[in-house]
């Protein structure tokens, strides 16, 4: 799958693959955003990174958690307010939805379609990579606390739940984007 | 205000804490959104940066220079289309409206309503801790033109309008980020 | 044109351009919008620390790939769901959209008109600029596929199509933005 991820580059420029073993700067990604459009690029450029031997971290926070809630669970939450956005924004990698051109749903099924005709990998499976190769995925914890989400409503393989002093301590030195 | 701002990172991960005397890397944000969910990541970033002793420079621009616009400001500029601009996004901190899920103003209300019993502080009180803790304020002097905004539209303590080759300057050797 | 770009704060903050000599370190644009107000601040910040003296590397992805579409080009793709794609989000700097207050085009003809009254520079301008001026413009090559886009559908002067790998090996060391 990084073998699909990475392939137009490794054709065209196969000399950024020899600073392979220097290029150590961390890359700390926040990732903000919980859309269809926005995940692809944090996931992309993280387990390329990772590829790369970087050290990389991302932080998940505000929209950006949703990603990480579980497929199966449907709404979360304990108020009813929580209960009610979760309702709207429904998490898990199975129901993003495109920053904009989201057509209720076909925009998105348009996007993934052509994605798995250019063998580019699903969230789910970068998400899976991810975890495979060694990124930190931070939840962030004044965001579970908003929405009410606890651990059980995530997904396994993430870190403890921190908050923005500790996503800032792990940027220190690193290369920083916010998604 | 600031304990409950890094309240869950404290019990969390104590030992970012303990970096807080190197982390001197300074912190850059160009704020370019204006809307309540970014301006949220925007000042708990910068305002926890300056906490851990970090100097924090935030640089507003587009959109981003709304909030901060004086709450009792109704429409701002001389020109119809300025002014037109402001009736739509009328600017300060008591204005501010969800990138998405906005829904009348519902869904800013929901999440205003969870921030206050989660005690994640407001917009408008981050702001003032943000000054109060010396984070420096530059408001786009290219937007201000644009929008037909002075610095009697702005809040007290916002440092002198510069551009994008000041702000690049400032930036120069500081974590970045574009929220 | 330059002139006018930086302007204000020639003006304001002298002292920043007496760092001009100093003032090397790359910087690296992840241009992921490709909505007018967002390739506004992309193209002002590239030709600024062009201008400044920084080597400069823009990487445009998925819907920041549109700009860089000629204006002539109608739909693009070879596929019905990519030709769909680019009926609904048409490339070219002279089919830029808000991304917010849109209003069938109103918005961004108020925000061009007034750019022209306070001599702000246009897209396309701001982008034969870049060119003119040494700012690597790298489109990525996932994108190109996912949208059916060919070399000969984008301006000329941009570099060879490239990847995540390429774009994350340039921007080692350099300031680092996600636009």
Not at 146 to 154: I, V
């Amino acid at each position: 799958m990084l073998d699909t991820m990475t392939r137009p580059v490794e054709q065209a420029i196969p000399a950024a693959f020899e600073q392979r073993s220097t290029a150590h700067e961390k890359l700390v990604i926040f990732a903000w955003s919980g859309d269809l459009d926005k995940i692809w690029p944090t996931l992309i450029l993280a387990n390329t990174a990772a590829a790369l031997g970087k050290p990389v971290t991302v932080f998940f926070t505000f929209w950006g958690l949703f990603p990480l809630v579980r497929n199966e669970r449907g709404i979360t939450g304990k108020k009813w307010m929580q209960k009610m956005l979760s309702l709207m924004n429904q998490g898990g990698t199975a129901h993003l939805k495109l920053s904009k051109m989201n057509f209720m749903g076909m925009g998105p099924m348009m996007m993934k379609t052509l994605a798995k005709q250019y063998k580019v990998a699903s969230p789910q499976e970068l998400l899976e990579t991810a975890r495979d190769m060694g990124v930190k995925l931070i939840p962030c914890q004044m965001t579970m606390d908003l929405m009410g989400l606890t651990k059980d409503d995530l997904i396994e393989g993430v870190e403890e739940p921190a908050g923005a002093a500790t996503a800032l301590a792990v940027a220190e030195g690193a290369m920083t984007l916010f998604i």
